[in-house]
């Protein structure tokens, strides 16, 4: 069993930075492919991006690419989501998700959730 709790939402100024955190329990970190998603009030949950377990390569979402960037410290069994460019629009709960090997954009295909932390970007 992999626990994920995420970190780093907060309240932001439109064009400014945030960095969330995921830290996972368990020792095969490295083995998980990990995702990052959204949800905006009234909207479902999007793909943001992922990384898979080595850290190369990384997909974004349209929406964010340039502006996001993902990585990891498998040694630290924490995954980044590091947000530039902050638009009001990307306001949401903000999710990290892990999944055994090879990552995928499905959320439905990941095994793992955290609990969501919500980045609010102010116009």
């Known amino acids: 069993q992999v626990q994920l709790v995420e970190s780093g939402g907060g309240l932001v100024q439109a064009g400014g930075s945030l960095r969330l955190s995921c830290t996972a329990s368990?020792?095969?970190?490295?083995?998980?492919?990990m995702g990052w998603f959204r949800q905006a009030p009234g909207k479902e949950r999007e793909f943001v991006g992922r990384i898979s377990t080595l850290g190369r390569p990384t997909y974004y979402a349209d929406s964010v690419k340039g502006r996001f960037t993902i990585s990891r410290d498998n040694a630290k069994n924490t995954v980044y989501l590091q947000m530039n460019s902050l638009k009001s629009e990307d306001t949401a709960i903000y999710y990290c998700?892990?999944?055994w090997g090879i990552g995928t954009f499905k959320q439905d295909e990941y095994d793992y959730w955290g609990q969501g932390t919500q980045v609010t970007v102010s116009s």
């Open positions: 998700a892990g999944r």
């Open positions: 368990g020792r095969t970190f490295s083995s998980y492919a």
